[in-house]
């Protein structure tokens, strides 16, 4: 969990507080029923291509837990044997999309809709400068990082308030807002403001995971671009990961277990608490809905 003190807090293998309880190892031959009682009545009952990014997001590491074993719910004796973090789980901020939107119209005037990329990066510049990896003289109230970062986004033409899209078969949760490709270039135009950074924003859709490591093993967020299975986008900061391990038989009489391993990314959603010190709320997600990075260089 996140450290109260501020700093990120080192891994090992770990239970939260709350959350399913974590075994060790599980010996062979062992037909410990775990989690056999699970009513997956609500999990089925929703078509998955009707899924929402809402429902996509798991607030406990229990919840991501659970959620992972649906996916087993035709084999035997499955059970959670191990959920392994990342070496750090960052103290990136939370900060609620909801009421940076109303302060933006507080001060321009204009209802701003779609913002969750800027919430992000609100959360990845307010963190880069606080741990001095890229200061930003007077930038480092979340209020004017968002803000800032929305102006730029009405400035490169790349963020779109409305829906723009005239096509019938075209979602204004496609149209709404700004892609991972738009936003990438944004973080260098705020880095030039600074003249002694010479940061650069990239977006990436390969070697994610490799990437993801890579900086999460440095101590440095990025930011993740997922989709729902019903169409839903979403930005969040990654602030490191969870690999669950799942132990399970394919058939009831087979003498060895099988297992497999799913990572499962830790984010700040933005939709519910929001921030001050201390207000690093994280939530989880399967990796499978990760479609795009967007990565600070320099």
Do not use: W
Not at 111 to 123: D, I, K, L, N, Y
Request: aromatic residues 12%; proline residues 1%.
């Amino acid at each position: 969990m996140i450290s109260e003190s501020g700093n990120a807090s080192e891994s090992g293998d770990a239970s939260e507080s709350g959350n399913a309880s974590v075994s060790s190892n599980a010996g062979e031959g062992n037909e410990q029923k775990s989690y056999e009682d699970i009513d997956y009545a609500d999990e089925l009952y929703a078509s998955e291509n009707k899924k929402d990014i809402h429902k996509c997001i798991k607030d406990t590491l229990g919840a991501a837990e659970n959620e992972l074993l649906v996916k087993y719910k035709n084999k035997y004796y499955k059970r959670i044997i191990k959920s392994k973090k990342s070496k750090y789980l960052l103290d990136t901020n939370n900060y609620k999309q909801g009421e940076l939107n109303v302060y933006f119209h507080s001060v321009y005037g204009v209802e701003v809709h779609g913002t969750c990329g800027f919430v992000a990066s609100t959360t990845e510049i307010e963190y880069y400068t606080r741990k001095k990896l890229a200061e930003t003289l007077y930038h480092k109230d979340f209020k004017i990082i968002f803000s800032t970062m929305v102006n730029l986004g009405f400035g490169s033409g790349g963020y779109h308030n409305t829906n723009t899209s005239k096509s019938k078969k075209s979602s204004s949760k496609e149209s709404l807002g700004i892609s991972p490709k738009n936003l990438a270039p944004l973080f260098t135009k705020y880095y030039k403001m600074h003249s002694k950074n010479n940061i650069k924003g990239e977006y990436s859709t390969s070697s994610m995971k490799s990437i993801i490591n890579n900086y999460i093993k440095n101590q440095k967020p990025v930011l993740g671009y997922f989709k729902a299975p019903n169409g839903d986008g979403h930005f969040m900061a990654i602030a490191g990961y969870y690999d669950i391990t799942v132990q399970y038989k394919d058939n009831k009489r087979d003498k060895k277990y099988s297992t497999e391993t799913t990572r499962y990314y830790v984010v700040n959603d933005g939709y519910n608490l929001a921030t001050g010190s201390k207000g690093g709320r994280i939530q989880y997600i399967n990796e499978k809905y990760l479609k795009t990075i967007v990565k600070l260089n320099g």
